[in-house]
C-alpha cells in the first residue's frame, strides 16, 4: 500500500519510519529545516526499540508531487487542519482513506467538509514522542500504539480495507487496533490529552510531578471529569469511573514526561489550545455543562498561542 505521512513530526515520523523500515510505500511531507536535513540525510528515528534511519527520498513540501495514495496519516497540528486538508485534494482518490492522527476531537469534522473524496476514518495514537533536532524525531515512551475506524455513516464496505491497514501496520511492528466504536476511544483519548496537555503546559511540570502533589493531581482529575461529562452527553460510551481508572493507569507509567502543548509553548510555537480546552469551552456552552477548570487552562495558554501565531504570520 502507499502511506501518505501528512506531518512527519513525533507522531508521523514514528509510525511513518517504521512502515518504511518495513518496506511500504511512504511519503513524507514535511516543510522547512526539518525537510532540508531529512533530505540531506534522512529521518532519523531515536526509539526506546533501537534507532533507524528512513534514507533520503520520498520526502517533499509539496503534498501534489507524492501523487494518489491508498493512506494518509495525516499528523498535523489541529489549527493547520483545514489549509493541509485543502493541499491534498489531488492526492485523495475516492477509494484513499485518511486517518487522523491529531489531538482534539473536530478534525475528522474539517476533513469530511474539506475533502471533495476520500474516506475519512477517525484515530488516535498514544506515544510520547517529538522532534528534538531537525531530521530527528525521538521516541520517549507511552503504548506506542494507534487506535483508527471508520466514522459514523461511513459505507461498512470499507471495512476490509480497514482491516487491511492494521494488518500493514501490524506486520511493520506497530501496535495497530481497528475500532468499530472510533467515536468513543477518540473521546478516551480526549479526555486525558486535554487535561494532561493543559496542565503540563500550565504548570511546566512533568506529569509525574502533577501527581505528586495532592493540589494540581486534583485539578488534573477535575479537567477529566469536565471533559467526561460532555463526552457522556455527546453520546460515547464511557465505562462508569473511567477517570479513576485512567488516573490508577497514569500511577503505572514512568511519568517523566511532558505534552506536546508544553513544548510548543516553550518552544515558542503555536498551540493547540482552541482545539483542546477551547474545543471542551465550546461544547460546555452548549450543552449547559460547566467547566470552569478548563476555562482557567485557556484563558492562561490563549495569550501565548496567539503570540506566536502573530509571530508566525
Not at 117 to 136: C, D
Not at 212 to 240: D, F, N, Q, W, Y
Not at 261 to 276: Q, V
Request: proline share 4%; with cysteine.
Amino acid at each position: 500500500m502507499k502511506f501518505l505521512i501528512v506531518g512527519a513530526g513525533g507522531v508521523g515520523g514514528y509510525f511513518g519510519g517504521k512502515l518504511a523500515l518495513n518496506g511500504q510505500d511512504v511519503w513524507f511531507i514535511a516543510r522547512g529545516n526539518h525537510l532540508k536535513a531529512m533530505r540531506s540525510s534522512g529521518l532519523h528515528i531515536h526509539s526506546s526499540e533501537g534507532r533507524f534511519t528512513v534514507p533520503p527520498g520520498k520526502m517533499t513540501d509539496r503534498i501534489a508531487e507524492a501523487g494518489p495514495a491508498d493512506v494518509v496519516l495525516f499528523c498535523v497540528k489541529a489549527y493547520d487542519t483545514d489549509a493541509t486538508a485543502r493541499l491534498m485534494i489531488p492526492v485523495v482518490k475516492p477509494e484513499t482513506i485518511v486517518i487522523s492522527l491529531q489531538n482534539g476531537i473536530d478534525n475528522e469534522a474539517t476533513l469530511r467538509q474539506v475533502l471533495p473524496r476520500g474516506i475519512v476514518y477517525g484515530g488516535v495514537s498514544f506515544i510520547y514522542s517529538t522532534i528534538t533536532a531537525y531530521g530527528v524525531v525521538t521516541e520517549t515512551g507511552g503504548p506506542k500504539k494507534i487506535t483508527f475506524g471508520p466514522m459514523p455513516g461511513t459505507d461498512v464496505r470499507t471495512e476490509d480495507r480497514g482491516r487491511l491497514i492494521q494488518t500493514c501496520m501490524r506486520e511493520a511492528g506497530i501496535n495497530a487496533e481497528f475500532s468499530d466504536d472510533i467515536v468513543t476511544a477518540m473521546w478516551e483519548k480526549f479526555i486525558f490529552i486535554t487535561a494532561v496537555a493543559g496542565l503540563t503546559a500550565l504548570t511546566r511540570l512533568t506529569l509525574g510531578e502533577i501527581l505528586a502533589v495532592h493540589e494540581t493531581r486534583s485539578m488534573l482529575v477535575e479537567a477529566m471529569r469536565e471533559v467526561e461529562a460532555i463526552a457522556k452527553r455527546k453520546g460515547a460510551h464511557i465505562a462508569p469511573g473511567h477517570v479513576n481508572s485512567v488516573m490508577q493507569r497514569l500511577r503505572s507509567y514512568d511519568n517523566n514526561t511532558r505534552s506536546s502543548l508544553y513544548y510548543d509553548l516553550t518552544h515558542h510555537r503555536p498551540m493547540e489550545i482552541d482545539a483542546l480546552s477551547g474545543a471542551v469551552l465550546r461544547y460546555g456552552s452548549e450543552l449547559g455543562i460547566p467547566t470552569p477548570m478548563n476555562a482557567v487552562l485557556y484563558a492562561a495558554l490563549l495569550p501565548h498561542h496567539l503570540n506566536h501565531m502573530s509571530r508566525r504570520a
